[in-house]
Structure formats: C-alpha cells, structure tokens
C-alpha cells in the first residue's frame, strides 16, 4: 500500500477504492469470443474526416478479427435534452455495455485537475487499466511494438541501399 503521502497528491482520489496491481488477477483464462470494439466519433458532417478515419480503423480491427460498431451520433441528444429513454440514448448504452474498449474525454478546471466526479471514476478506471495491459504485455513487447510501418520503412531502405550498389 503507498504511503498516504503518496495519496496526499491525489485529492479527488478516494484512497479506499484505488488498488495495487494483483499479479495473480493478471492472468485469467482468456476469452475465445472476438474482442468487441465500439469506435465514436462526433462530427455530424456529410463529409466527415473523422468519420472516415473510424471506418477505416474498423476495417483494420476487422482484419485483425475484431467484432466492431461504430456508433453514428446524428440523432444523439445533447446531455439533459432528452430523456434517457431516447431511442439514440439507448443505443448508445446497449453499444456501451457491449463493448470491450473505450476512452472518454472530460473537461478539466481552471488548475488543470478533474473535480471528483464520475468522469474521474473513469479516468481512475482507465489508468488501473492501463497498468493491468501493462504488466500483462511488457515481456512481450518487442513482439507487440514490431510494427508495420517501421517494418515496411526498413524494407524500403533496404531496397534503397541494394538498388543504390547495383549502380
């Protein structure tokens, strides 16, 4: 358990529910069920950028075997304008639950901290998250950082320096 001097630098934390990592939790029998991904994007645009970018990481998550929707928010209430039974509200719940991956984003305050707020429950999640993939993955990861772009970039190169000695 860390100091509380440790906890003192965390004021909108509640000490009593942050954990230390459990390494035994760490290694559960894994899901067989393709990992279900939710990608949100917020333009309403007919000719969405950022749209476009979350059908095109759909197709890759796709490849890589993942089971993927992309919530389309036309039609989403803003917060409070509706009632929680609105059928975009709903749907968005039901994609939420399903899912298996999401971050959100939540405004700071004027010195740059969240106030204690649900939101911040979810930062809190995220970070314990984040820690848990950590340790789950780091003595993989040279496997797991072999990436494609740097792969294809060193073949390049490669492709370079051979066409340049045949000169």
């Keep these: 358990m860390p100091e509380a001097s440790a906890l003192a630098d965390l004021p909108a934390a509640s000490p009593m529910h942050l954990r230390q990592p459990d390494m035994d939790a760490l290694r559960p029998a894994f899901s067989t069920h393709k990992p279900r991904i939710l990608i949100l994007y917020g333009s309403l645009r007919a000719v969405s950028y950022s749209r476009f970018l979350?059908?095109?990481a759909a197709r890759l998550?796709?490849?890589?075997?993942?089971?993927?929707?992309?919530?389309?928010p036309e039609g989403l209430p803003l917060p409070d304008a509706a009632p929680a039974s609105h059928p975009k509200v709903q749907e968005l719940r039901e994609?939420?639950?399903?899912?298996?991956?999401?971050?959100?984003v939540q405004e700071f305050d004027a010195d740059g901290r969240?106030?204690?707020?649900?939101?911040?429950?979810?930062v809190v999640d995220v970070c314990e998250e984040l820690v848990k993939f950590t340790l789950m993955t780091r003595d993989a990861s040279n496997y797991?950082?072999?990436?494609?772009?740097?792969?294809?970039?060193?073949?390049?190169?490669l492709e370079q320096r051979v066409s340049l000695r045949s000169l």
Excluded: H
């Design 54 to 56: 979350a059908q095109e």
């Design 61 to 72: 998550l796709e490849y890589f075997g993942c089971e993927v929707r992309i919530f389309n």
């Design 144 to 157: 797991l950082t072999d990436r494609y772009s740097e792969r294809k970039e060193e073949v390049e190169k």
């Design 114 to 122: 969240m106030k204690p707020s649900s939101y911040y429950d979810r």
């Design 95 to 104: 994609w939420s639950a399903w899912s298996e991956g999401q971050v959100w």
